[in-house]
């Protein structure tokens, strides 16, 4: 069983940074692709930055040049590092892992992580 616990959302200044993380857990898994999507309230969750197994990396316009996201491989996690934040970026943000145990590949979420930006 593969378990994501995602940390470090919380409530920051317009213009402030903060740093989100995915740790994967779970028995002789190997990790593809990371997603971090976001849903504000009252809209629909959206794709904000991809990070696929070759390491290309893809953003929402929105974010580009402010949001950076990686992965550490040896930890099994996940980071979305958001700068310059605004209070457009207020949302619950979720990572999706795209895992492969033996044979199988399957999608995992996040439970997310509430970040807000005030103005």
């Known amino acids: 069983q593969v378990q994501l616990v995602e940390s470090g959302g919380g409530l920051v200044q317009s213009g402030g940074s903060l740093r989100l993380s995915c740790a994967v857990s779970g028995r002789a898994f190997s990790i593809q692709s990371v997603d971090w999507y976001r849903q504000a309230p009252g809209k629909q969750r959206e794709l904000v930055a991809s990070?696929?197994?070759?390491?290309?990396?893809n953003y929402i316009d929105s974010v580009k040049g402010r949001f950076t996201i990686s992965r550490d491989n040896a930890n099994y996690t996940a980071y979305l590092q958001m700068n310059s934040l605004k209070p457009a970026d207020t949302a619950v943000y979720y990572c999706n892992v795209l895992v492969v145990v033996g044979t199988r590949t399957t999608n995992y979420w996040g439970q997310g992580t509430q970040v807000t930006v005030s103005s």
């Open positions: 990070l696929t197994s070759g390491g290309r990396t």
